[in-house]
């Protein structure tokens, strides 16, 4: 069983449309995050909601807009796409460790190609 | 930038030799973490060390921790091939607020030649 499943893997599409990442994990962690990564492997927090709510929007343009129907999804929908837009974006999902840290667990990458 | 620096940026070995991937940092944290990604993959967590530790070892992997450089290092003995991979350190601080969040390093692409 996949922990962290993104769908699509791949996706190729035209300057200006819009499009979306869909995400889920069967871990039962609270808190999910999208980062972005660019050609040069760098990798930049998106967003994170935790039980639904949003509490990390870093900046981020408004064409981006994250959506969580309930705590095992995270979906994230771009407007009007630009070829900046290209990257390969992850899912990912956290707990608490004993410890008291925060372990991300993430999913393969969606690559996102724009034309 | 809040982001952590990884040196090298690329390291070639052969099999049998150690890896040594070093991560400078720049705010207080409250732990670092080591992720590996092969290609094409996506990140997986290696080992965590508190900003209280100074070292930790998980199997082949030995990790240190100096905060007061703010950097930390990651020793990977016995290299295999299967070891081929990106690593990135990641800190864990309340980044201008009450949320914790994982701030990754530039990575280190790390080959090991068989």
């Known amino acids: 069983d996949t922990a962290v499943s993104q769908t699509p893997k791949y996706l190729v599409t035209q300057m200006g449309n819009d499009k979306s990442i869909k995400c889920e994990q069967n871990?039962?962690?609270?808190?999910m995050y999208w980062y972005k990564q660019d050609s040069k492997k760098f990798l930049k927090i998106m967003f994170s909601?935790?039980?639904?709510?949003?509490?990390i929007n870093e900046t981020v343009p408004n064409r981006f807009s994250p959506k969580s129907p309930d705590k095992a999804h995270l979906n994230l929908h771009i407007n009007s796409l630009e070829l900046g837009d290209s990257a390969v974006y992850f899912c990912?999902?956290?707990?608490?460790?004993?410890?008291?840290?925060?372990?991300?667990?993430f999913g393969a990458g969606s690559r996102l190609t724009v034309l | 930038s809040q982001q952590g620096e990884e040196d090298p940026q690329a390291l070639s070995i052969q099999e049998g030799e150690n890896a040594t991937m070093n991560c400078s940092y720049k705010?207080?944290?409250?732990?670092l973490q080591w992720y590996r990604q092969n290609s094409g993959r996506g990140l997986v967590h290696l080992i965590l060390?508190?900003?209280?530790?100074r070292e930790k070892h998980s199997g082949r992997l030995r990790v240190t921790l100096d905060t007061s450089k703010k950097s930390s290092s990651l020793l990977i003995t016995a290299s295999r091939a299967a070891d081929t991979a990106s690593y990135f350190c990641?800190?864990?601080?309340?980044?201008?607020?009450?949320?914790?969040?994982?701030?990754f390093g530039t990575g280190t692409l790390l080959a090991v030649q068989p």
């Open positions: 990912a999902s956290s707990s608490w460790t004993s410890s008291g840290a925060n372990v991300l667990t």
């Open positions: 060390i508190r900003s209280n530790e």
């Open positions: 871990l039962g962690h609270d808190t």
């Open positions: 705010t207080s944290i409250n732990n």
């Open positions: 990641a800190t864990d601080a309340n980044y201008g607020g009450a949320t914790n969040k994982l701030i």
């Open positions: 909601y935790n039980n639904k709510e949003l509490i």
